[in-house]
């Protein structure tokens, strides 16, 4: 029993075997029997059979093995006994009741494989992508040979295709653009180098974000050639590239050229503050991806106003930033007040925009993700169910939108049914395998929920290789120190306690707190957690040794959507 609602079925399943009714329970108290049991009232016995996630009880064991043993004795006067595991039920009512006391939003449980979101945007979807092409280039999109109405129209086409959100189809309409205007105008042209950059725009949106890079990183060379450094068309080829390098998860080179950027952009005149302005964006993009929540939090609040100036408090843009600006918030360790900024951010899109529309699509599964790591699993599952069926009809079921309502519905699911989670991580893994490739940061972290997934159904046994390797992985591409590593890092600990004892954890366990803490700083929720498992396999550690029962301390609680899995194994994505 790995949640309240399923500890209170339990108790309704008992029941029924022995059929046993509630006003039964309460005369049984009166009888010799019952009356060394403690006393409880009619009231309390139905709000035990009610269907909640709320816990059962004030946390007092022994009311709830008298409540046991009254169902025991009514059931084997009913000539119907029911078998009752009381060490199997204290075990349940203790693991839940710890997960109960040390709740704390956004911390998840230290002994348990709890899988967890990893965004194909990390933060958020906007980066000034959708904005940079038509800003920088307007006058190149605008300005065509006399005469030439096709080629307007061919722009227009693009712009249509781009407003409505079909990646491909805008893609195939910026392809045939390209060519007619580099038939016409030449393939040194400004209008001819504009729209190669619509091409690999749409190409890097339409999913294949290498060939963007390669494309883009061409264009730059070519921009430079023929229009020199200083034109938009250039600059603008440098953000692009330090976008794809963000989306491949290269965020440290992302990072410099947006460092970069954002310098050369200060002296620039006032008109250009768009460009300034995603130059400042990706800097704080990066710096999140690259583990550094904190600043990524601080930096998106201070340039938030400044999109909301210059797109205007309805644009898509700023609506968008906004949902980027609330996981920053939630990712440096507070996921209430990312609730909180996402709400009002949805009611806000379903006002301005359509309820389908991506963005509100993506604010909407955004809030279903913060809302359980709040603690409110199942109104998060049903939002996420909701929007990941619309997104699949609308945007498609590879759109990275519908991918991230997947992952959503596979961690909160887990709360339910462990079987009916793992193929929808095995899909999320496969999905991105094919749009980022194995080596992507985004394509190992739906790795490590599929294999924590697999160690909360099957037991750790068998799997402490694979996240050895994982961690390795993560390592050798973020770095000994970036979150995601020490998070993998923390799996393979709780494998090595699970199946090889405390004594092997340890050292391991100490190295991920103290990394976490010089990361994230000692009130992260990531940090407290790592301590908190670090002290129970310091104190099973001790229990060992001395060959005595140790109480294990109070855990870290649960986010929404996680599992704190049953018997031995424990762990955490």
Not at 196 to 213: E, K, N, Y
Request: glycine letters at 8%.
């Amino acid at each position: 029993m790995h949640s309240w609602r399923q500890f209170r079925q339990a108790f309704v399943e008992l029941m029924v075997d022995g059929g046993v009714a509630v006003d039964q329970l309460v005369k049984f108290g009166e009888k010799p029997e019952g009356r060394r049991l403690p006393t409880i009232s009619r009231t309390t016995l139905y709000a035990y059979r009610k269907v909640s996630d709320n816990r059962v009880g004030n946390g007092d064991w022994e009311t709830i093995e008298g409540v046991l043993k009254r169902i025991e004795g009514v059931a084997r006067e009913n000539r119907r006994p029911v078998s009752i595991d009381y060490e199997m039920w204290k075990k349940s009512f203790d693991r839940l009741m710890l997960r109960y006391y040390s709740r704390k939003p956004g911390v998840r449980l230290d002994d348990e494989i709890l899988p967890r979101v990893v965004h194909d945007g990390w933060i958020g979807g906007w980066d000034g992508a959708a904005e940079a092409v038509p800003d920088s280039a307007a006058d190149e999109f605008t300005t065509w040979p006399s005469g030439n109405e096709r080629l307007e129209k061919l722009a227009r086409a693009v712009t249509y295709l781009s407003e409505a959100h079909t990646p491909e189809e805008a893609l195939g309409a910026a392809k045939r653009m390209a060519r007619e205007i580099q038939k016409e105008a030449g393939a040194t042209s400004v209008q001819s180098l504009a729209a190669r950059h619509a091409v690999a725009f749409w190409t890097g949106h339409s999913g294949d974000i290498q060939v963007a890079l390669k494309l883009t990183e061409q264009l730059k060379v070519d921009c430079e050639a023929h229009v020199g450094t200083d034109h938009v068309l250039s600059r603008l080829a440098r953000l692009r590239t330090a976008t794809w390098l963000d989306r491949i998860g290269q965020w440290r080179k992302a990072s410099r050229i947006f460092n970069e950027l954002a310098l050369e952009e200060m002296s620039r005149r006032a008109e250009d503050q768009p460009f300034r302005l995603l130059a400042r964006w990706g800097m704080a993009r990066t710096g999140g991806g690259s583990g550094n929540w904190a600043y990524a939090r601080t930096e998106m609040g201070e340039l938030l106003p400044q999109v909301t100036e210059v797109y205007g408090p309805d644009h898509p843009a700023s609506l968008d930033a906004r949902t980027s600006h609330a996981w920053a918030v939630g990712r440096a360790g507070d996921p209430r007040q990312a609730c909180s900024l996402l709400n009002v951010a949805c009611a806000d899109a379903e006002s301005s925009l359509q309820s389908s529309h991506p963005v509100t699509l993506r604010i909407r599964m955004s809030l279903a993700y913060w809302t359980a790591r709040s603690g409110s699993t199942v109104d998060a599952l049903t939002l996420v169910v909701a929007v990941r069926e619309q997104s699949a009809d609308l945007l498609g079921p590879e759109h990275p939108v519908s991918i991230q309502c997947v992952e959503n519905e596979a961690i909160l699911r887990i709360e339910i049914d462990v079987a009916e989670a793992l193929p929808l991580f095995r899909f999320v893994v496969d999905s991105r395998e094919r749009r980022l490739g194995g080596k992507h940061p985004y394509t190992l972290h739906a790795r490590r929920n599929y294999i924590a997934a697999q160690a909360i159904m099957e037991g750790p046994q068998g799997l402490v290789e694979s996240f050895r390797e994982l961690a390795q992985e993560l390592a050798e591409v973020l770095g000994n120190h970036h979150p995601g590593t020490l998070c993998a890092q923390m799996n393979l600990a709780i494998a090595l306690l699970d199946t090889e004892g405390p004594d092997a954890a340890l050292p391991l366990c100490m190295r991920v707190a103290d990394a976490f803490d010089q990361q994230l700083g000692p009130e992260h929720p990531e940090t407290s957690a790592a301590y908190k498992l670090f002290e129970i396999v310091s104190v099973r550690s001790r229990g060992r040794l001395s060959g005595t029962e140790v109480p294990i301390p109070p855990l870290g609680s649960g986010s929404g959507g996680g599992y704190r899995m049953s018997g031995e194994n424990s762990g955490n994505a």
